[in-house]
T-cell receptor, first 112, second 112 residues
Framework: DAGVIQSPRHEVTEMGQEVTLRCKPI?????LFWYRQTMMRGLELLIY????????DSGMPEDRFSAKMPNASFSTLKIQPSEPRDSAVYFC??????????FGPGTRLTVL | SQQGEEDPQALSIQEGENATMNCSYK?????LQWYRQNSGRGLVHLIL?????REKHSGRLRVTLDTSKKSSSLLITASRAADTASYFC????????????FGQGTTLQVKP
């Protein structure tokens, strides 16, 4: 198995543009998590899905952020419009039925 | 908000020495996990200790958990240069959700 796949690995965009981050979880994993990591705030949970259903989105910073999981093998995190303070590394992680989370390599987002 | 707080924030040791990192948390937990993050990479699960366990070993790793003090420690024995990374504790409060709250991490440098 290739592990959790995220794309793109790096994204540089200008303020106001829409950004879409993509994640393919490990096949058979039931849950998917989106995190954001910055030096100032550390690793923050944004939202997580269980069996494709959003369970807890209390970490989503504001309405500019949205996430979807249309099927068990794909999820997106969208920021519209993007702002410089959204610059961070965004991680996706998937979880089988037990407790260990498997992280993707992350997407480094820079908003100019 | 971050559940776990690690200390020290940074640790620098010589190869062969032991490294100890501590984690404190605030609420009752189902389990506590430790993850490692190499620079520019995603997090990798190291070990999980349940709330009814006091100590657990995995190779050169030893984890302790004191629920009365709401604290945990991670000991890496006979450290190697390849252990250089950031180490995070994460707590799962409710069983069967998989939702983790991460601490700020300890950055470990092992000098050859």
């Amino acid at each position: 198995d290739a592990g959790v796949i995220q794309s793109p690995r790096h994204e540089v965009t200008e303020m106001g543009q829409e950004v879409t981050l993509r994640c393919k979880p490990i096949s058979g994993h039931n849950s998917l998590f989106w995190y954001r990591q910055t030096m100032m705030r550390g690793l923050e949970l944004l939202i997580y899905f269980n069996n494709n259903v959003p369970i807890d989105d209390s970490g989503m910073p504001e309405d500019r952020f949205s996430a979807k999981m249309p099927n068990a093998s794909f999820s997106t995190l969208k920021i519209q419009p993007s702002e410089p303070r959204d610059s961070a590394v965004y991680f996706c992680a998937s979880l089988p039925s037990v407790h260990e989370q498997f992280f993707g390599p992350g997407t480094r987002l820079t908003v100019l | 908000s971050q559940q776990g707080e690690e200390d020290p924030q940074a640790l620098s040791i010589q190869e062969g020495e032991n490294a100890t990192m501590n984690c404190s948390y605030k609420t009752s937990i189902n389990n506590l996990q430790w993850y490692r993050q190499n620079s520019g990479r995603g997090l990798v699960h190291l070990i999980l200790i349940r709330s009814n366990e006091r100590e657990k070993h995995s190779g050169r790793l030893r984890v302790t958990l004191d629920t009365s003090k709401k604290s945990s420690s991670l000991l890496i024995t006979a450290s190697r240069a390849a252990d250089t990374a950031s180490y995070f504790c994460a707590t799962e409060r409710s069983s069967n959700t998989g939702k983790l709250i991460f601490g700020q991490g300890t950055t470990l440098q092992v000098k050859p």
